[in-house]
């Protein structure tokens, strides 16, 4: 059974616009959140964490907000640049190992 | 770079034979990973390890088996091949507060 979900497959936005991709968990174990950035034909790269304790974490244009109460985590990503276009991984930990979502694919449109 | 390779980083291969996929790492991390990517199921864990000789399953383990002989090398076997195993697969070490560093990456497919 699928633990971390991202139900959107895909996503376009209008370079200089807000790109926000959404993730939801069931376990409620889960206390480390990570998000993952890929393109093709690389292996997924760490973008930005965020740990149960906290309810927001900044890192520049990427924001990601956490909602225990309602398990789930977004990504905002502000000002979108062409640059940022990939798959989004969220990854959830309860300890020594990740579980991922499905991935969502941001196209961001010049 | 993160120092993490996996080899080979493409393969073909026949249906019942067996595949090794090598994972070497040079920064004595204690914790490495075996996912698979595939179109639908994003990442999934297949194999982990926590130590030499210490290694565990993930939750689509079946078909496959690990070894870890050393710290910087983690291998993943396919015992014989099926089509259902065709996919991206890649190897990881847990880093404290970044989560994994992934390799590369291997794809591999079986005819």
């Known amino acids: 059974d699928q633990q971390v979900k991202q139900n959107s497959p895909s996503l376009s936005v209008q370079e200089g616009r807000i790109s926000i991709l959404n993730c939801d968990y069931t376990?409620?174990?889960?206390?480390?959140f990570l998000w993952y950035k890929k393109y093709p034909a690389e292996g997924p790269t760490f973008l930005i964490s965020?740990?149960?304790?906290?309810d927001k974490n900044e890192d520049g244009r990427f924001t990601v907000f956490l909602n225990k109460s309602a398990k789930h985590l977004s990504l905002h990503i502000v000002p979108s640049q062409p640059g940022d276009s990939a798959v989004y991984f969220c990854?959830?930990?309860?300890?020594?190992?990740?579980?991922f979502g499905t991935g969502t694919s941001l196209t961001v449109i010049p | 770079d993160a120092g993490i390779t996996q080899s080979p980083r493409h393969k073909v291969t026949e249906t019942g034979t067996p595949v090794t996929l090598r994972c070497h790492q040079t920064?004595?991390?204690?914790?490495m990973y075996w996912y698979r990517q595939d179109p639908g199921h994003g990442l999934r864990l297949i194999h982990y390890?926590?130590?030499?000789?210490?290694?565990d399953k993930g939750e689509v383990s079946d078909g496959y088996s690990v070894s870890r002989s050393k710290t910087e090398d983690f291998l993943l076997t396919l015992e014989s091949a099926t089509s259902s195993q065709t996919s991206v697969y890649f190897c990881?070490?847990?880093?404290?507060?970044?989560?994994?560093?992934f390799g590369s990456g291997t794809r591999l497919t079986v005819v």
């Open positions: 990854a959830a930990s309860p300890g020594n190992q990740f579980y």
């Open positions: 376990n409620s174990m889960f206390d480390y």
């Open positions: 965020i740990s149960s304790i906290k």
């Open positions: 920064e004595n991390h204690r914790y």
């Open positions: 390890s926590y130590g030499v000789k210490d290694t």
């Open positions: 990881a070490i847990m880093r404290q507060a970044y989560g994994y560093t």
